[in-house]
């Protein structure tokens, strides 16, 4: 399978630079098809629909990206536990059939955050949560490609006669994404995962991840998909993208300090989800940033440094060409798939799509070509 390049779509501008999630209205409509249409346009395969307790629901607004691009495929975040995996596998496989087959992933995160989980009325704890995945994902995945009925009885689901008469359109499926980097997260994404999502971190520690998940995943006869997840920051220049880049943690440093003690540094921040996270892939992430602030030549821990535990904050930055290179020495060692997001969304987008994006195939297509003995 060739190189997959996924974006991130909101439903109104926000970043640790502009915008907010809690100001204004949640869904800007024009914002939202604007955003996809840009994506579709700069040669995304994907774009991911995030997923928090106070966020839009995310299989309306996949509907409205899909109605509104010819070729833009979409992948769905969800946390397993809201809703029962026969229903899911309902949605997404109508959603397949209804936008022309082949643009419907769906992404499972566990949750690494209690009290955002508790928004919802879930109340498990970390690695119940996981187990409960293992479980809706063994499900939703029989529930897609069953031939007939079946029941099933498990610690957290039971079925009688379970069916659905709607299957996706291509042979392979729906795609199954995952996230997470526990022990209890390895376990699960080995076992039932397409694609296992990393967030940005060094070439060295993403090497010995994807060791680690491949020898996992071997104990079950599967092999796995890997994507990484990055911020690129591009410029004409390498000292523009630096300065860019300082630009862009001198700004989002104002918007902490404004809040004040006590105020709600993620309101100011465009962060979906309040309270303290206990994934393992943001504590990986702030680690990284305590030792130093660049690795790998262009990988920078900058904003990282000042935002804290959450989503993934770190990115690439040079010139176009010198962050495909950068990315393609992931390709190298295993991944196949890169979620980039940028601190200017939108902007990014378009800009991305003139020489980044054109860049990442050519050099993914050249590594796929047999060498000369």
């Not at 508790?118 to 029989?142: C, I, K, N, Q, W």
Request: charged share 25%.
């Amino acid at each position: 399978m060739s190189l997959e390049i996924l974006g991130m779509v909101g439903t109104k501008e926000a970043s640790e630079t502009r915008g907010s999630y809690f100001d204004g209205p949640a869904v800007d409509t024009a914002y939202l098809t604007r955003f996809a249409q840009a994506h579709d346009t700069a040669g995304f395969d994907r774009v991911l629909i995030g997923y928090s307790a106070v966020s839009p629901d995310g299989f309306a607004v996949a509907g409205h990206v899909l109605a509104n691009t010819d070729r833009l495929g979409v992948l769905i975040a969800h946390r397993p536990g809201f809703v029962q995996p026969t229903l899911v596998a309902r949605k997404l496989a109508t959603l397949d059939h209804l936008t022309g087959g082949g643009r419907v992933a769906i992404h499972h995160i566990s949750g690494g955050n209690d009290a955002d989980q508790r928004r919802d009325g879930d109340f498990a704890d970390h690695d119940t949560r996981y187990a409960r995945t293992a479980e809706f994902m063994s499900v939703l995945r029989r529930t897609l490609s069953s031939d007939g009925p079946f029941d099933h009885e498990g610690r957290f689901y039971r079925f009688e006669g379970a069916f659905s008469t709607v299957k996706p359109v291509r042979p392979g499926g729906i795609p199954l994404f995952f996230g997470g980097q526990s022990q209890a997260a390895v376990e699960v994404g080995a076992e039932h995962a397409d694609t296992y999502m990393l967030f940005g971190e060094p070439l060295a520690e993403t090497a010995e991840r994807i060791a680690l998940l491949r020898a996992a995943a071997a104990k079950h006869g599967r092999t796995l998909r890997f994507s990484l997840s990055t911020r690129p920051i591009v410029a004409d220049t390498e000292d523009d993208a630096w300065a860019r880049a300082e630009a862009i943690a001198t700004e989002t440093r104002r918007r902490i300090e404004a809040v004040g003690p006590g105020g709600t540094a993620a309101a100011s921040l465009g962060v979906r989800s309040l309270g303290t996270t206990q994934s393992e892939s943001s504590a990986r992430m702030q680690r990284a940033a305590a030792r130093q602030q660049v690795y790998d030549e262009r990988l920078w821990f900058g904003v990282t440094a000042l935002t804290g535990p959450g989503g993934n904050s770190s990115g690439h930055v040079g010139t176009p060409a010198q962050v495909a290179d950068a990315l393609l020495r992931y390709h190298e060692i295993g991944v196949d798939t890169f979620l980039i997001r940028g601190f200017d969304p939108y902007e990014d987008v378009v800009t991305w799509g003139k020489e980044l994006i054109p860049a990442l195939r050519a050099g993914a297509d050249r590594i796929r070509q047999p060498q000369p003995a």
